[in-house]
């Protein structure tokens, strides 16, 4: 159908007229006219209009593998071709979905071993934290529902992520849900003062725990947090905070849900950002990278505490979805995590990742605008400052990041802006010259932002 009308058809109207995006404004995009991308190989992405553009974000943090690859095409063309699909509620199952499960048992942080599949991260998202209060209910403990996530925190845009997400703009369009709250943080860059990250690492951590002791123990269900925050700004906690948390976490009696749904399978150069940073969760979310995008696939993993309750104590658990367990989806996450695995993805992203960061610091590091260039593995963000001695940020925030992220989609780079923070995070198949490539187009779209802006910056 698409060859038949494609000459005929103007797909930008047709996209205006009839589909909505998410996260977009409507409006605005229509008066730019929305970029019909046609397709994609390896790390670069091929629009209508004929141009080349190098994804920088692994479409949303998620095509570690880059696009194209025949490997993942067949998995799923020979799956289809056995069993497209069958539901996994009626006392049945599929060959995939337990063999995934079985592999991700083996190379998931210790003692996650149980796996509840869904399509997206939301709803690994929703699960876990359905989960987290069916336990506490289960052991008669009602009382104990409420949530903590944290400010600039992004979990999905179902109701329940939305509500654990930190992000006030979703707050505000959809209302708060009861019994969520956020607390601060570990955005040392963006909030730490005159504190070193270390210092302000254990603040941030001391913080969730004060809130804890003001809204009671007793009534706290979990804490959910992404080891590294993507969306909102690639914040990477100081060392401190993470095993402050754990310890929190422990002596209050409360489930720890790492949401890895970005961090997951790679990106840090471990193979989750639990190993990274030492994180003792109860659960884990996790979804993207899991197929490299080629499919829909989330996966919750859990350990035998919580997974003890639900198998021998819950009776029924309320909850699932006609794709749970998806075959084909569950046939291809296999091949992509086959593929992590023989072509050493994991371990190649950290060293991948310093000399991205490396090549940027040559690049741009220079800068005035250039307040900070970090990463961890092949996820990283670069600050853009008013002041680079005093980490003051452009007045307007999200202002100078929109004109950063137009000069790098023109320089023919994709990079995000959030607030005025570039993100990056390309697919972990990236070459040493598809590096260097990287750093070139981001030194002329960062020259040029600064150009724009010279006036505001403290030289
Ligand atoms: N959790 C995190 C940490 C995410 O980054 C995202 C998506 N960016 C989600 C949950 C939601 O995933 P999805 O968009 O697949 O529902």
């Not at 799956?79 to 048992?105: D, E, G, H």
């Not at 999200?398 to 607030?419: K, N, Q, S």
Request: aromatic share 10%; charged share 20%; glycine share 10%.
């Amino acid at each position: 159908m698409l060859d038949n009308i494609d000459s005929a058809m103007n797909w930008q109207a047709l996209d205006a007229a009839h589909h909505l995006h998410p996260f977009t404004d409507h409006k605005d995009l229509h008066e730019r006219g929305v970029k019909v991308i046609e397709r994609a190989e390896g790390v670069f992405l091929y629009d209508a209009k004929g141009n080349k553009i190098m994804d920088g974000m692994a479409g949303l943090w998620c095509v570690s593998l880059g696009y194209s690859r025949p490997e993942l095409v067949e998995a799923a063309a020979k799956q289809m071709a056995t069993l497209p699909y069958y539901n996994t509620f009626f006392k049945t199952t599929n060959k995939p979905a337990v063999a995934l499960a079985t592999k991700l048992a083996s190379i998931a942080p210790e003692g996650l071993k149980h796996v509840f599949y869904g399509c997206s991260g939301s709803e690994a998202v929703d699960t876990a934290l359905r989960t987290a209060r069916v336990y506490w209910q289960t052991l008669g403990k009602p009382e104990k529902k409420i949530i903590i996530g944290r400010e600039y925190g992004y979990h999905g845009s179902t109701t329940l992520g939305a509500s654990a997400g930190g992000m006030v703009d979703m707050h505000r369009q959809s209302g708060d849900m009861p019994n969520f709250v956020h607390v601060i943080p570990p955005y040392w860059y963006g909030k730490g003062g005159q504190m070193s990250p270390e210092e302000f690492g254990l603040y941030a951590a001391k913080e969730a725990e004060k809130k804890i002791l003001e809204l009671g123990p007793e009534n706290v269900a979990t804490f959910i947090g992404e080891p590294i925050q993507g969306a909102g700004g690639v914040l990477i906690p100081p060392s401190t905070y993470w095993p402050e948390i754990n310890r929190i976490c422990k002596q209050y009696d409360i489930l720890l849900i790492a949401d890895e749904v970005i961090c997951g399978y790679g990106r840090t150069g471990k193979w989750f950002g639990t190993d990274y940073f030492g994180i003792k969760p109860d659960m884990m979310t996790t979804a993207k990278g899991l197929t490299s995008g080629y499919l829909p696939l989330s996966a919750l993993l859990m350990n035998n505490r919580v997974a003890d309750v639900l198998i021998n104590e819950v009776g029924e658990y309320y909850h699932g979805f006609t794709y749970s367990g998806h075959p084909v989806s569950c046939a291809v996450g296999l091949k992509n995590i086959e593929i992590l695995e023989n072509e050493n993805l994991v371990e190649g992203a950290t060293a991948k990742g310093e000399l991205l960061r490396a090549k940027l610091n040559e690049a741009i590091g220079d800068l005035p605008i250039v307040g900070e260039i970090r990463g961890v593995g092949l996820i990283g963000a670069i600050e853009l400052t008013a002041d680079k001695r005093t980490r003051k940020f452009f007045e307007k925030n999200g202002r100078v990041g929109v004109i950063c992220r137009d000069h790098c989609i023109a320089a023919g780079l994709m990079m995000r802006a959030t607030r005025d923070t570039m993100l990056f995070s390309p697919p972990l198949s990236i070459t040493e010259a598809e590096i260097e490539k990287f750093a070139a187009m981001a030194k002329i779209a960062f020259e040029k932002t600064f150009a724009d802006v010279r006036a505001e910056v403290a030289l």
